[in-house]
């Protein structure tokens, strides 16, 4: 019997050896439930935006000169119509205070020359009179008419002096004007070119120079992003947006489009996109942002609620996925029909039913149609959504 056992147990450890090397072997898998939520298709910038402002001008004086009045620093909040910077132009000054005295002058020389002007006209008149009456000669009528026209042309002349010097002194303001800048709106000093008693030059043709006062509007702002030509037919003004910031990490902001650029930009020969403006639906949230925030927008094209769909990673080319089959334990392969789908979701047309698990695991070696899996742990397609 001792004989006997001995070749016994040599077999039964083969045996045993045997079916552990030849057993099948299961590859754990994770699996994704199908289930019915919300599906969007969207659309994303392809390159970062950034906050603007929908009010920036970058203002330089028309004529150069030394600095002679700095009213404002880098983020001073003005008014418009403030006096932001002014240039050295006591010489304008002095003739403008010329001009001023010439219209002056000229106007109390109006007074005098017409007032003799109108004298001339009434002694024009009595001489007619006389003339009629036979007490004065034809000639000496004539003298008084003639007379009284001299002195009227050259009341005219002098008023036409004063309309002169007016003109002039007119001209002088406006010289005056090329050295001053004004703000054109309300808003923030962001950038001042330039030190009280430096010389500045506007920037002449051709030359970028910068500017001497940078000023924004904050009070009204919009975010623009540039997107890809081939998306851009898709998008149009009024469609729902949203806005994500890296200053505002986790938060996304509800806005629509309201604005699509009418051409195309060519950064690059391979990089051609047409930038979208978006403003923003709740006033209080421009509060947060500043001009020049990077931001990236996503721009919703359609949606659809309560559809069958799936994790968009679990796709495979030609919209196959692997289902599991609990009966067999094994993964066959299934081609599905699919609806609008972003970089989460994808809608399901057909091919799937609610309930379906499918893998999400695609990645791990060895996971293909018809391997025999260990599902790990099953999570619902859209929970969390």
């Not at 020359?113 to 006209?121: W, Y």
């Not at 000639?139 to 309309?163: H, I, L, N, Q, T």
């Not at 009070?219 to 505002?248: F, N, T, W």
């Amino acid at each position: 019997m001792r004989r006997l056992l001995i070749p016994l147990s040599i077999i039964a450890a083969l045996a045993t050896a045997f079916w552990w090397f030849t057993r099948p072997q299961f590859i754990a898998v994770a699996l994704v439930e199908v289930n019915k939520g919300k599906v969007e298709a969207s659309v994303a910038n392809t390159r970062a935006g950034s906050v603007e402002a929908c009010q920036r001008t970058r203002l330089s004086p028309i004529s150069g000169g030394r600095i002679a009045f700095l009213g404002v620093k880098k983020g001073d909040h003005v008014k418009k119509g403030q006096v932001l910077l002014r240039l050295w132009n006591e010489d304008q000054l002095a003739q403008s205070s010329l001009a001023q005295t010439q219209v002056d002058s000229s106007r109390k020389h109006i007074n005098e020359i017409c007032a003799i002007a109108d004298n001339a006209a009434r002694e024009a008149a009595r001489s007619a009179k006389l003339r009629a009456r036979g007490f004065i000669s034809e000639s000496g009528e004539d003298k008084a008419r003639y007379e009284a026209k001299s002195r009227r042309a050259a009341c005219e002349a002098a008023r036409a002096d004063v309309v002169q010097a007016q003109a002039r002194l007119q001209v002088t303001r406006v010289e005056q004007n090329r050295t001053v800048l004004v703000a054109p709106f309300d808003g923030i000093v962001a950038d001042i070119v330039g030190e009280l008693g430096e010389y500045t030059t506007p920037s002449p043709p051709g030359v970028a120079t910068p500017p001497a006062i940078d000023l924004i509007d904050d009070s009204c702002l919009y975010i623009k992003a540039p997107m890809d030509e081939v998306d851009a037919p898709k998008i149009h003004v009024g469609q729902l947006a949203r806005v994500s910031l890296d200053a505002l990490p986790g938060k996304s902001l509800p806005g629509h489009v309201k604005r699509v650029a009418p051409y195309v930009v060519a950064v690059e020969k391979q990089a051609r996109t047409v930038d979208v403006e978006v403003s923003l639906d709740n006033a209080s949230d421009n509060k947060n942002l500043l001009v020049g925030y990077s931001a990236d927008v996503e721009v919703v094209l359609d949606s659809h609620d309560q559809v069958l769909r799936i994790p968009t990673s679990t796709l495979l080319e030609g919209n196959k996925v692997l289902l599991y089959r609990p009966d067999t334990k094994k993964l066959e392969q299934r081609v599905i029909k699919a609806g609008i789908t972003n970089w989460e979701y994808t809608e399901v047309l057909d091919g799937l039913q609610q309930g379906d698990r499918i893998v999400s695991s695609l990645e791990r070696e060895g996971v293909e149609a018809g391997v025999l899996v260990a599902p790990e742990a099953d999570t619902k397609a859209g929970k969390t959504k």
